[in-house]
């Protein structure tokens, strides 16, 4: 975690000290994209945490799935979620968070809590609403007698279905993020060119009042166009 902080911060002020030379050539602008820092770094932490909540959903599916696979198998839920943590071992890292979620759960049904309380605290602990979702569901089912075995089948067959849309959203929109990545840095590479290759074209621009309010447009324009571009992209299935 400390590692991706440290990325966060590095290329947000990368980035806020190349607006600052190749926008403005004053590193005084620095202060006033202090702001921008700040939300970049944010920015970024929600887009992290979606990635993260996006794999565990994954993640999820399967854990399902190997509990699926012991219930039909003929074990009792309770050993049956042991089993599944086991499997999920062997498939994931020892870190991954459907591992630690099912890891927890079966140290706290050794302590003799009871396995509706515990799947119900995973799924508020997770953030995931398909694991929510469940809970509610597994309860339900549980209370009232019903076919888990049926049950889980059904709530993991509509994931899948769900993560097969998603997936096919988002090779579709792949090709888009990646030309909105490009257009980003385009402004940023025409004004590195004339810096190197041509300085006095743009000198007029960083000179002067009327320069720098036409330079700050143009940044403000390219944020706005950002944020723009952001919000195409959030497609949230």
């Known amino acids: 975690m400390k590692r991706a902080w440290g990325m966060m911060i590095g290329r947000q002020a990368l980035f806020?000290?190349?607006?600052?030379?190749?926008?403005?050539?004053?590193?005084?602008?620095?202060?006033?994209?202090?702001?921008?820092?700040?939300?970049?770094?944010?920015?970024?932490?929600?887009?992290?945490?979606?990635?993260?909540?996006?794999?565990?959903?994954?993640?999820?599916?399967?854990?399902?799935?190997?509990?699926l696979s012991s219930l039909e198998a003929g074990y009792s839920m309770e050993n049956s979620f042991v089993n599944a943590a086991e499997d999920l071992q062997v498939m994931f890292p020892k870190d991954a968070p459907i591992v630690r979620s099912f890891q927890k759960l079966c140290r706290q049904l050794a302590n003799g809590k009871p396995i509706e309380e515990l799947v119900y605290a995973m799924g508020e602990n997770s953030g995931l609403e398909e694991a929510r979702s469940f809970a509610e569901i597994f309860i339900t089912a549980k209370q009232t007698g019903g076919d888990l075995p049926k049950v889980i089948r059904s709530v993991t067959d509509a994931l899948y279905q769900k993560g097969e849309v998603a997936r096919e959203i988002a090779s579709i929109l792949l090709a888009k993020q990646l030309e909105v990545k490009i257009m980003?840095?385009?402004?940023?590479?025409?004004?590195?060119?004339?810096?190197?290759?041509?300085?006095?074209?743009?000198?007029?621009?960083?000179?002067?009042?009327?320069?720098?309010?036409?330079?700050?447009?143009?940044?403000?324009?390219?944020?706005?166009?950002?944020?723009?571009?952001?919000?195409?992209?959030?497609?949230?299935?």
């Open 16 to 67: 806020c000290i190349a607006t600052a030379y190749l926008f403005f050539r004053s590193w005084k602008s620095l202060l006033f994209l202090l702001p921008y820092f700040v939300f970049g770094i944010l920015r970024e932490k929600r887009q992290c945490l979606q990635r993260e909540k996006e794999l565990f959903a994954e993640q999820f599916r399967d854990g399902l799935q190997c509990l």
């Open 184 to 237: 980003r840095l385009m402004p940023y590479a025409i004004l590195a060119y004339f810096q190197v290759f041509s300085p006095s074209f743009l000198s007029p621009l960083y000179a002067g009042l009327f320069g720098r309010v036409v330079m700050l447009a143009v940044f403000l324009v390219y944020l706005a166009f950002c944020l723009w571009a952001d919000k195409l992209a959030a497609i949230e299935v």
